[in-house]
């Protein structure tokens, strides 16, 4: 059984027969319009019978997350005097002219800074491009013109362009820089206050131990049988300008220091009454 042209039923007396329409269809209780709408019936239009009317589908197209290439920031910069300088390249199609801003600084070819009094400086501009070539053109004073010190290629009209290459590997010093700084500011304490830290409980009171190679003090050694009694043995090079005291006994300090001079090493005592 199924429905004709004409909106009749096959083999039936009755010239009037039932008919669905569209109206039939849009009869929808109020409980489905809080159904999903998975298993949500459309309204259809009331002018449209049911066999010309189609149920819109659903979208199922996703859309693929877009891939932003990474752009990278690179230096553009006229020498010479000019009164307005700008750029147009490849990276923005030729379209429109970007002014370049001008410094009164120009860099010397060792790298330093040098002021012009005469206010005839350097132009400068930074653009942040996507990894690749691209040409480029300075547009100065109102002519066309190419920097001969960089690199340049013909282009369509018989003249040169500038090009430039941006490799994302000239930044990779950069980039560990920048992680490195983000690393030790992640161990910073984030928070200021007016409290005082505790001090270090492991930090020693007093003073540090003396290093082994001082503990060999000349004075305290006693004088070879076959050397003369007058004269001390020749010191170790890291005992010189040091300053040595003995134990205080009968109310006087005892101070001593070596120096060398030349290939003669003189060693002084200072007594002191306490």
Same mark, same amino acid.
């Not at 010309?52 to 005097?81: D, I, M």
């Given at each position: 059984?199924?429905?004709?042209?004409?909106?009749?039923? *096959?083999?039936?007396?009755?010239?009037?027969?039932?008919?669905?329409?569209?109206?039939?269809?849009? +009869?929808?209780?109020?409980e489905?319009? !809080?159904?999903?709408?998975?298993?949500?019936?459309? #309204?259809?239009?009331? +002018?449209?019978?049911?066999?010309?009317?189609?149920?819109? #589908?659903?979208?199922?197209?996703? *859309?693929?997350?877009?891939l932003?290439?990474?752009?990278?920031?690179?230096v553009? #910069?006229?020498?010479?005097?000019?009164?307005?300088?700008?750029?147009?390249?490849?990276?923005?199609?030729w379209?429109?002219?970007?002014?370049?801003?001008?410094s009164?600084?120009?860099?010397?070819?060792?790298?330093?800074? #040098?002021?012009?009094?005469?206010?005839?400086?350097?132009?400068?501009?930074i653009?942040?491009?996507?990894?690749?070539?691209?040409?480029?053109?300075?547009?100065?004073?109102?002519?066309?013109?190419?920097?001969?010190?960089?690199?340049?290629?013909?282009?369509?009209?018989?003249?040169?362009?500038?090009?430039?290459?941006?490799?994302?590997?000239?930044?990779?010093?950069?980039?560990?820089?920048?992680?490195d700084?983000?690393?030790?500011?992640?161990?910073?304490?984030?928070?200021?206050?007016?409290?005082? %830290?505790?001090?270090r409980?492991?930090?020693?009171?007093? %003073? %540090?131990?003396?290093?082994? *190679?001082?503990?060999?003090?000349?004075?305290?050694?006693?004088?070879?049988?076959?050397?003369e009694?007058?004269?001390?043995?020749?010191?170790?090079?890291?005992?010189?300008?040091?300053?040595?005291?003995?134990?205080?006994? +009968?109310?006087?300090?005892?101070?001593?220091?070596?120096h060398? !001079?030349?290939?003669?090493?003189?060693?002084?005592?200072?007594?002191?009454?306490?």
């Amino acid at each position: 059984m199924g429905n004709t042209t004409s909106g009749k039923r *096959h083999n039936s007396g009755d010239d009037a027969g039932p008919t669905i329409t569209a109206n039939r269809l849009g +009869d929808i209780s109020l409980e489905d319009d !809080f159904a999903p709408s998975l298993f949500k019936t459309s #309204r259809p239009s009331r +002018d449209l019978p049911l066999d010309t009317y189609q149920r819109p #589908r659903s979208n199922t197209v996703t *859309h693929s997350p877009t891939l932003v290439e990474k752009c990278l920031p690179t230096v553009f #910069r006229w020498e010479g005097a000019a009164k307005e300088v700008c750029l147009s390249g490849s990276f923005n199609n030729w379209k429109n002219t970007i002014p370049l801003a001008k410094s009164t600084v120009r860099l010397t070819d060792r790298g330093r800074q #040098r002021h012009d009094s005469d206010g005839n400086g350097d132009f400068f501009t930074i653009l942040n491009l996507p990894e690749g070539e691209h040409q480029y053109k300075f547009y100065v004073d109102g002519q066309w013109m190419h920097d001969q010190n960089e690199p340049t290629v013909p282009n369509a009209m018989g003249t040169l362009n500038n090009v430039v290459v941006v490799n994302k590997s000239d930044f990779e010093v950069f980039e560990a820089l920048a992680i490195d700084s983000e690393n030790s500011g992640n161990k910073r304490k984030s928070d200021y206050g007016q409290e005082i %830290p505790p001090r270090r409980s492991d930090k020693i009171a007093g %003073p %540090p131990f003396i290093p082994p *190679h001082l503990l060999q003090v000349i004075l305290n050694k006693d004088t070879p049988a076959h050397c003369e009694p007058i004269l001390l043995p020749e010191p170790n090079h890291v005992m010189l300008n040091h300053l040595y005291a003995l134990s205080i006994k +009968d109310g006087v300090m005892v101070l001593s220091t070596t120096h060398r !001079f030349r290939k003669k090493y003189v060693t002084t005592l200072l007594y002191k009454p306490i």
